[in-house]
């Protein structure tokens, strides 16, 4: 049903998988469309517990925004694309937690995407760019928002200006990637990850992740109140219940979602 994604069900870990390796899986519209349908779709499917995008092939996660359909975009149409229902904002407000798996270059458009997830694991061969100063243009899936915020102003500027593309090294030191690994062990690694996510009680990692995203979107003393009521609605679930009963009993919780 979709052409340019592919999602695979591995037990409570869905993977999207964008599919263009021709074009080094560059963002074009139809990339969009498929991947806000289907986040849409895994969204209210209760036995997808974590997500996990990925780029197809070995040389790239995905190679920025499709250049080619640039040309013939109004500002009207271009702002449509990359605003409220643009991928970058499905990723972002997606209530289960989000892994991009970066298998290459992660460049523009792609790294924006990335910064969009919640935890990036990276391949030794991964190299990360925001190339748009090249292009005459500048960010606008939020990289001048989300890379200060990850990696700090001077060096998110650097980036931003110079368009010059790191190595995986460089943007695990940087702390744009969480961790960096051998290619081949890339997907085994940020398997293990999600799975250990996938464990735990869905509604506390839903309200968990909305309360340290509220923490770049707002001062101390209103992250701290909404932190405490989130916290708050976790004690009116059954999994809180588990969660302390299993302690006290030594025992595995088995989480249900409620
Ligand atoms: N949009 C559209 N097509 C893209 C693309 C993009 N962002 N990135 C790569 N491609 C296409 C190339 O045009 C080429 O297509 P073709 O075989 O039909 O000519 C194919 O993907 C392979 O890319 P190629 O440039 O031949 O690979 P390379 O190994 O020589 O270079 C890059 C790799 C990533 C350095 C180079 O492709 C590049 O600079 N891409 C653009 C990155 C960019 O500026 N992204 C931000 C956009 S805002």
């Known amino acids: 049903m979709y052409e340019v994604i592919t999602i695979e069900k591995r037990g409570a870990v869905a993977v999207l998988t964008i599919n263009r390796p021709d074009k080094l899986n560059a963002l074009n519209k139809q990339v969009h469309t498929e991947s806000v349908a289907a986040l849409d779709e895994l969204r209210n499917d209760a036995s997808v517990r974590v997500l996990v995008i990925t780029g197809s092939g070995e040389k790239s996660f995905v190679a920025g925004a499709d250049i080619s359909e640039f040309e013939g975009q109004t500002p009207v149409t271009q702002r449509d694309a990359f605003h409220e229902r643009s991928l970058f904002n499905s990723i972002d ?16 458009g792609g790294n924006e995407l990335a910064m969009a997830c919640d935890i990036r694991m990276a391949s030794e061969n991964a190299r990360f760019s925001q190339p748009e100063i090249n292009l005459g243009i500048m960010c606008g899936g939020g990289g001048t928002q989300r890379l200060p915020r990850l990696i700090g102003e001077g060096r998110a500027m650097e980036l931003a200006l110079t368009g010059d593309m790191i190595d995986a090294a460089t943007a695990e030191r940087f702390g744009l990637v969480n961790h ?40 101390m003393d209103e992250g701290l109140r909404r932190e405490v009521d989130l916290f708050a ?3 009116s679930t059954e999994d809180k219940k588990e969660g302390v009963a299993a302690f006290l009993e030594k025992r595995k919780p088995e989480f249900k979602g409620r």
Do not use: W, Y
Not at 95 to 107: E, T
Not at 188 to 201: G, N, Q, R, S, V
Not at 208 to 217: D, G, H, L, Q
């Open 233 to 235: 609605i976790c004690f």
């Open 180 to 219: 960096v690994f051998p290619s081949d062990q890339l997907e085994a690694e940020t398997m293990k990850l999600a799975e250990k996510i996938a464990e735990k009680a869905p509604i506390a990692l839903q309200l968990s992740k909305e309360a340290v995203k509220f923490a770049s979107r707002s001062n």
């Open 93 to 108: 407000s997606f209530p289960k937690p989000v892994i991009a798996m970066v298998n290459g270059f992660c460049l523009g």
